[in-house]
Nanobody, 119 residues
């Protein structure tokens, strides 16, 4: 099982980025994929999740700006981030779980990709 996050970079406030979480070794029809972020000196924050049935959820801080999607042919999850703000600056991680509920454990993680939003 592997998850590989990519797509981070430096962007100006108001800009957009699309993160990818390429997965292998398991079928997306049976697992949820979560996006988390962790800013320097801050605790990890849940950003978004897509469950195996396509149900999505978002943190209040990103609702209306971020969109999670998946391409089952490519076994890849995406996080489209629009209207980025400096407070979105963080390392973004993807992780696998059996569902989007907090009761499920995250058993595999991607390596993280850095997003920096300049003001």
């Amino acid at each position: 099982v592997q998850l590989q996050a990519s797509g981070g970079g430096l962007v100006q406030s108001g800009g957009s980025l699309r993160l990818s979480c390429a997965t292998s070794g398991f079928h997306l029809d049976f697992y949820a994929i979560h996006w988390f972020r962790q800013a320097p000196g801050q605790e990890r924050e849940a950003v978004s999740c897509m469950d195996h049935d396509g149900t999505t959820s978002y943190a209040d801080s990103v609702k209306g700006r971020f969109t999670i999607s998946k391409d089952k042919v490519k076994n890849t999850l995406y996080l489209q981030m629009n209207s980025l703000e400096p407070l979105d600056t963080a390392v973004y991680y993807c992780a696998r779980a059996k569902g989007c509920s907090q009761e499920y454990e995250y058993d595999f993680w991607g390596q993280g990709t850095l997003v920096t939003v300049s003001s």
